[in-house]
């Protein structure tokens, strides 16, 4: 069975360390709730305490979006 792009980036994501000193936590989710989701996000781990971003994000074929929030591991 061949693994799908999608597949493979999300096990090399998982690999990645922290050594930069951000927790990222990554989501697909259709266009709405990835709205709601990045918004709940900022809210709960603001960017003046937090460093917080939209590192990445990217529309999938079937419409959902992916993307990559990070945050300052040293602010919890």
Request: aromatic share 10%; proline share 5%.
């Amino acid at each position: 069975m061949r693994e799908r792009p999608r597949d493979l980036a999300s096990r090399m994501a998982a690999r990645r360390k922290g050594a930069d000193g951000y927790v990222r936590d990554t989501f697909t989710l259709p266009r709405d709730e990835a709205r709601a989701k990045a918004r709940e996000y900022l809210t709960r781990y603001p960017k003046a305490g937090y460093m917080s971003a939209v590192e990445s994000w990217r529309e999938l074929p079937d419409g959902a979006i992916e993307f990559t929030m990070r945050r300052l591991r040293s602010a919890d």
